[in-house]
């Protein structure tokens, strides 16, 4: 059988009032637990497929944060992996997040967290994209805007927006597929593509069209950059200055 939440929080519960701390708490209960070969939820129980390994990592966090709560996430990234090699990253920062355990941990304590348990930068910045969705508004009179993402390369990068704005006031307001009336000419965010789009960026990398969904260029890195196809440098007129409105951007990471 498998252990479940409230079974190991009563095996955690003596040890804590022994004076042990989480992390050899959870050793010592699992050891316990898994005198027979068919718990599976300790440490040696090799032979499970990974969902299981993910299941019980899951019974261990929560029975943790009930048992010893407050608890840090860095403290439970560490218990996890040592408890569980197999998990990564992704599943740590998953299990922590859970709505029983810390599910309003800031992505800086995730990433500080998944490094203090011993995750690379890549796997680390990885998970954390996953797991924490972007929304941010984008404003049509002003020119390149950070948004907050710093993609990798590794990933899926999906982007949709809404909204209404507009690059040229006389001609009213567009969604964020811009005007496809009036094609931008040369010196605008991205000649070619209509004007008011929505346009995006990665690093050092030329611009590309969001519009309203688009899946950002694959194999490019660096920080995402929005802004609406206009004349950025004034070159045609008054440039970004008479621009009014706003989109709502979301960015979606998924695993390559």
Sequence with gaps: MTIDVPTLSKLLQPLKEQGMGPGEAVRVALASATASAATGVGARAFSLPQQ??????????????NVFSPITAAALAIILRETYPNLTALE?????????????????????????AGFDANSTSD????????????????????SGLNVSGRQVTLI????????????????PAGDSRFKAP?????????????????GSNGPFLVGAYVQAPAGQSGPLQLCINDDLDGVYGVGL????????VNLQTKGN
């Design 52 to 65: 299981e390994f993910v299941h019980n990592g899951a019974v261990v966090a929560e029975a943790v944060h």
């Design 92 to 116: 740590i920062g998953g299990i922590i997040l859970a709505p029983n355990v810390l599910p309003g941990t800031p992505a800086p304590e995730m990433a500080s967290a998944l490094a203090g």
């Design 127 to 146: 998970a954390v994209n996953v797991l924490y969705p972007i929304t941010l508004t984008v404003q049509a009179n002003q020119a390149w805007q950070a």
């Design 160 to 175: 949709s927006a809404q909204g209404s704005w507009t690059a040229n006031p006389a001609n009213g307001m567009v969604g």
């Design 186 to 202: 040369a010196r605008y965010t991205l000649p070619g593509a209509p004007e008011g789009a929505l346009i995006g960026k990665v």
């Design 241 to 248: 200055r008479d621009n009014v409105g706003t989109l709502q």
